[in-house]
């Protein structure tokens, strides 16, 4: 009975951990310490006043540091951070909007782009399967607890799916138009949403058929 | 001794108006061993749902199946659930927890179980299904062969005296195929197995369902049944090729 496929990738840390490098000092910590680290220093990047720029700017030196001393590639980095810019902006926008005086936008951005460098640094160093058990263990609401690893177990499965989707659309598309690529990419993305929708109600029942209440 | 499990004249229709079963009755003694046959869309999924109270949506206050002379009412509902073990086609559907171990334990921590005996219940069972040491694998790792051996370590977990087994070989290789059926020969459980894999049925089964448009079509030795070119034509299946090796009254000989 050795049919098991051996994850060959040597960056992941260990088994369900997707995503996790492996062999730097910051993976070794234990987890809880950890989340209560980007705890503070997001709650500290959100409370700091906005003219102590230099301390922005040191903290964006240390996180990027704490990334090389990870391991973790810069490029991933950068594309993690590129994948998240769109809430910076939204965020930034929101602010130079507000109705009670513009705030400096470049502020907002950093003071974001900062704290989802930290989140993404966590994700990185610390497999989710252990950040659940530390919110389980600081009694986060169960429902909540469920509801990430139930969303970190199945963001693969989707995934892989929307690729398979994705490939069998490539296989048989004979024609570059433009529109075409559109129309043909809100159809698969619409199958995927029915597709998630009807896996979660098998999810559902094969939970409630091991005694979920 | 009442039957493990009595089907009488179940009927269902899914919402969106498709008659899936219609009249279904049959019953099973404790220890018995049954493949339901049936061409795609028989009904053989529903059945099997039927019998760990999945469906209907609402318990019917007449109970057409009863589970050791229990007709499944919204009250009982648990108790079936942990007597019925019901283990799904797919199963990327039935591993929805983050490791090996969480899963296995996913049952036995909603019965109550204290942590250590949750532990030692999860130790057992992945030794008996062969995956001893891998309770720490992330689930979306593991191969399609342990996939289906963790989706019945969770099963056995909770300790059910029925297994509902859908389509348990259909994406596994031959090597996979072999240990499955290995595997589910040495369970002591009152097993019903929905299934294409008519070797399987052969190896396994003494007895045999046959479904075809929610209705049950045949129902008796797995042998004669299977054996019955006619009746296996008629209902999209077909006489296996392992049949022609077998002596009719040692079908455990077959290989």
Partial sequence: MSDAPQDRNPMRAKPGSRGVFAGGPLQRLPAALKLSAALVIIVGTVLLPVDWIGCLAGEGLALMLAAVV????????????????????????????????????????AKSTLCLL???????????????????????PGLLVTTMALMHRYLFVLADEAGHMRRARASRTFTRGRRFAWSAL???????????????????????????? | MNPAVEVTSLGYCYPDGTEALCGVSFSLMPGACVGLLGPNGSGKST???????????????????????????????????????????????????PTVEEDVAFGPRQLGLSEAAVAARVQTVLVQVGLAGQDRRATHHLSQGEKRRACLAGVLACEASILALDEPTSDLDPRGRREFK?????????KVI??????????????????DHGRVVADGATLELLGNEELMLAHGLERPHILQHVHP???????
């Fill in chain 2, 47 to 97: 059945l099997l749902r039927h019998l760990n109270g999945l469906l209907p949506e609402k318990p019917p206050a007449d109970g057409n199946v009863r589970i050791h002379g229990e007709a499944i009412t919204a009250e009982n509902l648990p108790s079936i659930r942990r007597r019925v073990g019901l283990l799904f086609q797919n199963p990327d559907d039935q591993l929805f927890c």
């Fill in chain 2, 182 to 190: 290995a595997l589910l020969r040495q369970i002591d459980a009152t």
């Fill in chain 2, 249 to 255: 009254h040692h079908p455990h000989e077959a290989h």
């Fill in chain 1, 186 to 213: 809100a159809t698969v993305l619409s199958r995927l949403f029915i597709r998630a929708s009807e896996r979660a109600e098998r999810i559902y029942d094969a939970m409630c058929a091991r005694g979920w209440k």
């Fill in chain 2, 194 to 211: 929905a299934t294409h894999d008519l070797e399987l049925v052969v190896e396994l089964c003494a007895r045999s369902i046959v479904l």
């Fill in chain 1, 118 to 140: 930290t989140v993404i640094l966590l994700s990185h160093t610390t497999p989710l399967g252990e950040v659940i058990r530390v919110l389980q263990r600081l009694r986060v």
């Fill in chain 1, 70 to 109: 990870s391991r973790i590639p810069f490029l991933i980095l950068i594309r993690r951070l590129a994948m998240l810019l769109p809430f910076v902006f939204g965020v930034a926008l929101a602010g130079m909007l507000n109705p009670g005086g513009g705030l400096d936008w470049r502020i907002i951005a």
